[in-house]
């Protein structure tokens, strides 16, 4: 079934006089888009797909977070056992993927951009809309980007959008069917974070050239930390 998300009123960029380096965040990179973000209140695991290994035996999280539909990002053949080891976590996801969710018998909570949630007493705020253009002949689908904790990481999914909070940790995208190398350089420059962890890198048979051009074409203040998969690392 689907479930109305909690929400609440989030303040707008002029607002933000949050810090986010005095938040300690710790990241594990389990291969392409998936992710778990571990902050001083919560845990939460976001896009378990296809490519990604070694999420399944994660346990007390929070929330399981999908950007989109596509198999890269949401396994839902997968998706029952992870949220069998965590019967307390909340399932978010946006409208499409929902939709599939709630087929699979699965309790989840549809977000569209604007939506202000709080997970585990971290806020997550829900940004962005729709997925980047692949070709104009395939449609779009709806993409849900995530600021977590007022900018302390920001994880697209797959989407250019920019958001209005100052962003500590970038989650960049590397390389897809929707995206180039000057795309994902200019994405880096317009978010200007203080570090860059690349991800969606399973499409590359050598993701280390994307990553010496992010060094090369980096922001000045922008540090490019590659991540190993399944180690824990505070960034």
Same mark, same amino acid.
């Given at each position: /079934?689907?479930?109305?998300?909690?929400?609440?009123?989030?303040?707008?960029?002029?607002?933000?006089?949050?810090?986010?380096? +005095?938040?300690?965040?710790?990241?594990?990179?389990?291969?392409?888009?998936?992710?778990?973000?571990?902050?001083?209140?919560?845990? /939460?695991?976001?896009?378990?797909?296809?490519?990604?290994?070694?999420?399944?035996?994660?346990?007390?999280?929070? $929330?399981?977070?999908?950007?989109?539909?596509?198999?890269?990002?949401?396994?839902? +053949?997968?998706?029952?056992?992870?949220?069998?080891?965590?019967?307390?976590?909340?399932?978010? #996801?946006?409208? #499409?993927?929902? $939709?599939?969710?709630?087929?699979?018998?699965?309790?989840? +909570?549809?977000?569209?951009?604007?939506?202000?949630?709080?997970?585990?007493?971290?806020?997550?705020?829900?940004?962005?809309?729709?997925? $980047?253009?692949?070709?104009?002949?395939?449609?779009?689908?709806?993409?849900?980007?995530?600021?977590?904790?007022?900018? $302390?990481?920001?994880?697209?999914?797959?989407?250019?959008?920019?958001?209005?909070?100052?962003?500590?940790?970038?989650?960049?995208?590397?390389?897809?069917?929707?995206?180039?190398?000057?795309? #994902?350089?200019?994405?880096?420059?317009?978010?200007?974070?203080?570090?860059?962890?690349?991800?969606?890198?399973?499409?590359?048979? /050598?993701?280390?050239?994307?990553?010496? /051009?992010?060094?090369?074409?980096?922001?000045?203040?922008?540090?490019?930390?590659?991540?190993?998969?399944?180690?824990?690392?505070?960034?």
């Amino acid at each position: /079934m689907v479930a109305e998300p909690s929400t609440k009123t989030r303040p707008s960029k002029t607002d933000l006089t949050k810090d986010t380096e +005095e938040t300690t965040l710790r990241i594990t990179h389990f291969g392409h888009s998936c992710v778990l973000l571990e902050t001083d209140s919560a845990r /939460m695991l976001i896009d378990p797909g296809t490519f990604s290994t070694d999420f399944e035996g994660t346990r007390e999280l929070d $929330a399981v977070l999908i950007t989109h539909q596509h198999p890269d990002h949401l396994d839902v +053949e997968r998706l029952p056992e992870l949220l069998g080891n965590n019967p307390g976590a909340r399932l978010i #996801a946006d409208p #499409a993927s929902a $939709a599939t969710l709630t087929e699979a018998d699965l309790t989840v +909570e549809a977000v569209h951009a604007g939506d202000a949630l709080e997970l585990g007493g971290t806020s997550v705020d829900v940004v962005g809309g729709e997925h $980047a253009v692949i070709h104009p002949d395939i449609p779009l689908v709806a993409n849900a980007g995530y600021v977590v904790d007022g900018g $302390a990481f920001y994880h697209p999914g797959d989407a250019f959008h920019v958001p209005e909070q100052r962003i500590d940790v970038l989650g960049l995208p590397t390389g897809a069917p929707w995206l180039k190398l000057s795309e #994902a350089v200019d994405f880096l420059r317009a978010v200007a974070p203080r570090v860059t962890v690349p991800i969606h890198e399973a499409v590359l048979a /050598m993701p280390q050239m994307h990553y010496r /051009m992010f060094e090369q074409l980096r922001p000045q203040d922008t540090t490019i930390t590659v991540l190993t998969k399944s180690e824990p690392a505070t960034v």
